[in-house]
């Protein structure tokens, strides 16, 4: 039992050492050479050649990675536990090595996508923590699970038994990240928040965020003065269609405001004095909404909740 948890524990510590120390390790070099592997503003990005990193921000990636020593902790153990039953009963090893990667490859991307939402996390450190999962549990995770003889007095019979009562366990561990096939009808989504300030000088654009076409829209509109202050951007990761809202704000609202989410498009929220403007007015929407509610205790802070059939829904916090 000791020589058991002695390998359990050495296990699990490998198991979050390789998936999340390497993602930091990802994070460091991506801030490193001039890749932003995080932030909602100005969002991840290339921004030219840095060479180098602060202390500051080195540290910023270890208190982040601290939130997933125990999550972590828990799948490691669970994938010990996992391969080391089944090297119980003499498995073969491949089939172990297969299991083992891609259990363990899915494992590591789920941790990574829910920790990185405290971030906002760009999606290539998320797919490398699922690279390092898979090689963890192909090649790391069996040869850290030792063989026994345990399985040599067992029956075809028992060890059926053994095995079918495994795959049902781990059914039911599996099963809580199983959202439906309802999620594919949810898709990537950003939404955006501009604040318009007019003036009698000619329009002029603060932070970067704003593409030209939304330029040309909102111009057409009849916004050709003033300053388009681009306040924060949220993200959600979806399937492949994507969709991007821009909500443009001159004043604060007093009261919940409800705006449709785009289908697969982009859409400039336009707010005017007496509601909003849709812009392209006939751009394809959903039932889903964008949900805007005024602050409780400061009236400077807007949330904002967007629906999601998947995961429930995202939403965060912005100053207007």
């Known amino acids: 039992m000791k020589r058991f948890l002695i390998e359990l524990a050495k296990t699990t510590g490998t ?3 390789v998936v999340v120390g390497g993602t930091v390790i990802l994070l ?3 801030s490193f050479i001039g890749y932003l592997p995080y932030s909602d503003r100005p969002g991840p990005g290339w921004h030219g050649w840095r060479g180098n990193i602060s202390v500051r921000e080195i540290l910023f990636f270890l208190s982040w990675a601290a939130l997933g020593v125990i999550p972590g902790s828990i799948y490691g153990s ?3 536990l996992s391969i080391q039953l089944l090297r119980w009963i003499q498995t073969p090893l491949l089939f172990i090595r297969a299991l083992g990667a891609i259990s363990s490859g899915f494992l590591s991307f789920y941790l990574i996508l829910g920790l990185g939402w405290y971030i906002a996390i760009a999606a290539f450190p998320v797919y490398g923590a699922g ?3 898979l090689l963890f ?4 995770l069996p040869r850290q699970v030792a063989r026994t003889d345990i399985g040599s007095a067992l029956g075809t019979k028992q060890r059926l038994t053994i095995f079918v009562l495994w795959c049902l366990s781990s059914t039911l561990v599996v099963s809580p990240f199983y959202t439906g096939p309802s999620c594919d009808r949810d898709q990537s989504l950003e939404v955006m928040f ?3 300030r007019p003036g009698s000088d000619s329009l002029s654009v603060i932070k970067k965020g704003l593409t030209s076409e939304d330029l040309a829209h909102l111009k057409a509109s009849g916004i050709t003065t003033g300053e388009l202050i681009v306040n924060s951007t949220f993200r959600y990761l979806g399937p492949d269609q994507r969709a991007r809202s821009v909500i443009v704000m001159q004043r ?3 009261s919940p405001v409800e705006l449709p989410q785009p289908n697969g498009t982009n859409v400039i929220y336009l707010q005017e004095a007496d509601g909003w403007m849709k812009i392209p007015s006939d751009a394809p ?7 805007l509610t005024p602050g409780k205790h400061n009236p400077r802070v807007l949330q904002f909740e967007a629906e999601q059939e998947c995961g429930g829904p995202t939403g965060g916090a912005t100053r207007v």
């Open 285 to 291: 929407t959903l039932r889903k909404t964008i949900r």
């Open 252 to 254: 604060r609202i007093d």
């Open 194 to 196: 501009v604040q318009w």
């Open 78 to 80: 669970l994938l010990f």
């Open 15 to 17: 198991y979050v050492l």
């Open 131 to 133: 690279v390092l999962g």
């Open 28 to 30: 460091i070099i991506s």
């Open 137 to 140: 549990g192909g090649w790391l």
